[in-house]
């Protein structure tokens, strides 16, 4: 069997969340073919390798399982109003 599994099965699964989780264990352990391009993966990492080369300090997100990471590599993962209050408070 080959499945496709979004990015947002990705992120979640690094979440702890159980149905993710065990998918993507299940294609490390080969028990279907995981299908996955570029662009799906680059989706994910862009975000998060931009963060970091330019040393941000929020990533802001609408993505809900992005959102439950809280933050990656130090760098805290708020929701569009919550950085808006974070920018206004002035921290």
Do not use: W
């Not at 993507?24 to 995981?34: D, G, H, P, T």
């Not at 993966?41 to 080369?53: G, M, Q, S």
């Amino acid at each position: 069997m080959r499945l496709v599994l979004d990015t947002n099965v990705l992120v979640a699964s690094l979440t702890g969340k159980a149905a993710p989780r065990r998918l993507v264990e299940a294609a490390r352990a080969e028990v279907f073919q995981l299908c996955t391009s570029q662009a799906l993966l680059a989706e994910l990492l862009h975000v998060l390798a931009c963060a970091i080369v330019a040393s941000a300090d929020l990533i802001v997100s609408g993505d809900s399982d992005l959102l439950e990471l809280r933050a990656y590599q130090g760098i805290p993962i708020l929701k569009p109003a919550d950085a808006l209050a974070r920018i206004s408070a002035g921290r």
